[in-house]
């Protein structure tokens, strides 16, 4: 990083809920999912910081504005029999792409997951973002090439829900 001290990584509040849902809009820009996005920035209050959080988001801020995010939630490993932190999304501005933003970020998401005692720190990404790719494997990530993601969703999921 060239300025160490630009940069602040810090836990999103309330009031951060607008902020979040452009970077929020500005990822699914990147990955060619704008037409995907139908959060709000209610929802995100209710989902984040309501009386039953679903996940956390943290913030990169870069002298002073905002820089990007790492939103998670945890799952469990019954194989560890521990929690683990998901990271579901992971974003930094483009031009402060470079600069130690991103790894600021999963270095934080890292301290939580220890100091939480999970076992371990977990992502997707698409399989065409090799810059990705090649920097989550640059800090020790390994694909797991094995394995797929499955999603229910929209009518399937309601389907499945009605069914007997």
Request: glycine fraction near 8%; hydrophobic fraction near 45%; charged fraction near 25%.
């Amino acid at each position: 990083m060239s300025d160490s001290s630009a940069l602040e990584i810090r836990i999103a509040t309330i009031e951060d809920a607008p902020q979040i849902l452009v970077f929020i809009k500005r990822l699914a820009e990147y990955e060619r999912l704008s037409d995907a996005v139908v959060a709000t920035e209610e929802g995100l209050r209710q989902s984040l910081f309501g009386q039953r959080a679903y996940a956390e988001c943290i913030l990169a801020i870069w002298n002073g504005q905002p820089a990007g995010f790492a939103l998670f939630f945890h799952n469990f490993s019954t194989f560890l029999g521990r929690p683990g932190v998901y990271l579901e999304d992971l974003f930094v501005e483009p031009e402060l792409r470079g600069k130690g933003v991103g790894r600021a970020l999963l270095t934080h998401l890292a301290k939580i997951a220890t100091d939480r005692n999970c076992g371990r720190l977990e992502w997707s990404v698409l399989d065409w973002n090799e810059s990705a790719i090649g920097f989550y494997q640059s800090i020790g990530a390994e694909p797991l090439d094995d394995w797929r993601i499955f999603r229910l969703k929209g009518d399937a999921l309601t389907r499945l829900a009605s069914s007997n």
